[in-house]
């Protein structure tokens, strides 16, 4: 059971315009949201997060927007830049009965920032 | 600064050959570690978690263990390798927060 998806395997975006990355998840209990980014043999890293008693986090070129009531959360790249072009993570995290923040990780979205 | 190191990079295996992954971190203390999977064409799965010294948590059954002899190192072995184990291994460190951070991977094949 996939409790975080990302529905678009693959995404192209002309550099300059804005990137959008959706995410939809299916656990209530989840209460706070990340993304990653990954380069090809890299490890993920962290590029920004929201907490489930937000809408909205902005930090510089990405901004993330939470809808709470359709379980549902995008991350906007503007402008987007080639260098951008990698995998993304959506990612959401819930604290477990032992007292750990459990992370489950989505699919990944490969973006494609062409010049 | 906290850096997060894993070895090897690369490794290829024959099937039924034994796996001994590491991975340690710096600059942190009784940090939690993970060690994640992601196989071909698929998201990150995560297959075990340490809170301390000694304490594993599995969160998939499957062909592989995980150790934490001291407070910064995290080991994933396999007495057999299958070939399903095949994919890019990653480890991880929080400070019980929720941003994780990764380490740079290990592309594990197994033949």
């Known amino acids: 059971d996939q409790q975080v998806k990302q529905n678009s395997p693959s995404l192209s975006v002309q550099e300059g315009r804005i990137s959008i990355l959706n995410c939809d998840y299916t656990n209530s209990m989840f209460d706070y949201f990340l993304w990653y980014k990954k380069y090809p043999a890299e490890g993920p890293t962290f590029l920004i997060s929201?907490?489930?008693?937000?809408d909205k986090n902005e930090d510089g070129r990405f901004t993330v927007f939470l809808n709470k009531s359709a379980k549902h959360l995008s991350l906007h790249i503007v402008p987007s830049q080639p260098g951008d072009s990698a995998v993304y993570f959506c990612a959401a995290s819930e604290r477990n009965s032992g007292g750990y923040q459990k992370v489950t990780f989505g699919t990944g979205t490969k973006l494609q920032v062409i010049p | 600064s906290q850096t997060i190191h894993q070895w090897p990079a690369t490794l290829v295996q024959p099937v039924g050959s034994p796996l001994s992954l590491e991975c340690t971190v710096e600059g942190t203390s009784n940090p939690n570690l993970y060690w994640y999977r992601q196989a071909a064409g698929r998201g990150l799965q995560l297959l075990f978690y340490?809170?301390?010294?000694?304490?594993i948590s599995s969160e998939v059954p499957q062909n592989l263990s995980a150790s934490r002899p001291q407070d910064r190192q995290f080991i994933l072995s396999s007495k057999k390798l299958l070939l399903s184990d095949s994919g890019f291994y990653l480890c991880?460190?929080?400070?019980?927060?929720?941003?994780?951070?990764f380490g740079p991977g290990t592309r594990l094949t197994v033949t």
């Open positions: 340490s809170v301390g010294i000694g304490q």
């Open positions: 991880a460190w929080s400070s019980g927060g929720d941003e994780q951070y």
């Open positions: 929201i907490s489930s008693i937000k």
